[in-house]
């Protein structure tokens, strides 16, 4: 058995002496692991780094094998991420939601098409966190946790201004349609709804909504655990940036 494609490598693990069990994310293979030979050394090491991109070829003996990959650089992302700390914690939390909440071996195309087009952005520091929101967007959406922000749930297409999401269905409500009910919604702020640029603050109160439905339905539901704390972490330095 044996495939070849690109990816991006989510994590890297020494394995024995010398070798390194791997991670990669593939558009045709999805979040695939397989052993380096030689992963471990110190020629590797710039090459295994989270978030680079990869051309890989894996091999095995039978399919449910964990198997062997031969990697070759494509291009690195460690030095946009490695000279600023928000977005290293960005870095460290996308690897570390899509390790989480993606079932191995199952192909995400688009997803992935959306990864490698964030993970590129990460050199522009006032626009990979509005990026990073929609991301997260896609991501509930794939798995099946979408929300659906195109009209008010309660009025339907003749309510324009939406201004709530419910916590339970995912679904947009005008503020007429929401009435006495305004304090159990979350609040839908507006670059959730695909806007190109917004202030840290703003970014922050769409993180909000995005994590409550992943910390609320989509941990619970494919992991029965909570969130990787990356994600805390990376917001964590957004709040601080946005103070200052």
């Given at each position: 058995m044996e495939w070849r494609d690109q990816g991006i490598l989510l994590s890297s693990q020494t394995h024995g002496e010398s070798a390194a069990i791997i991670e990669v994310l593939t558009p045709e293979h999805g979040r695939h692991a397989g052993v380096v030979r030689g992963g471990a050394s110190r020629r590797m090491a710039p090459v295994l780094q989270p978030g680079a991109q990869l051309d890989v070829a894996w091999r095995a003996r039978l399919e449910d094998h964990i198997g062997t990959y031969s990697v070759?650089?494509?291009?690195?992302?460690?030095?946009?991420?490695?000279?600023?700390?928000?977005?290293?914690?960005?870095?460290?939390?996308i690897t570390a939601l899509l390790r989480f909440c993606l079932p191995e071996r199952e192909a995400h195309p688009g997803l992935y098409s959306q990864t490698v087009t964030l993970l590129d952005m990460m050199q522009d520091m006032q626009l990979w966190p509005l990026t990073y929101l929609h991301w997260e967007l896609a991501l509930l959406n794939e798995l099946g946790f979408g929300l659906d922000l195109t009209e008010c749930a309660v009025l339907g297409q003749g309510a324009n201004d939406l201004s709530f999401v419910s916590p339970r269905t995912g679904r947009a409500v005008s503020r007429a349609g929401a009435g006495q009910w305004a304090d159990r919604l979350l609040p839908l702020p507006e670059c959730l709804l695909m806007v190109t640029e917004a202030p840290d603050q703003d970014v922050l109160a769409g993180l909000a909504v995005t994590g409550h439905f992943l910390h609320h339905h989509m941990a619970p539901e494919l992991a029965g655990k909570p969130l990787p704390d990356q994600r805390r972490r990376m917001i964590d330095?957004?709040?601080?940036?946005?103070?200052?």
């Open positions: 070759e650089l494509i291009r690195s992302r460690a030095a946009l991420t490695m000279s600023n700390r928000l977005a290293l914690s960005g870095l460290n939390a330095r957004l709040a601080a940036r946005a103070s200052l």
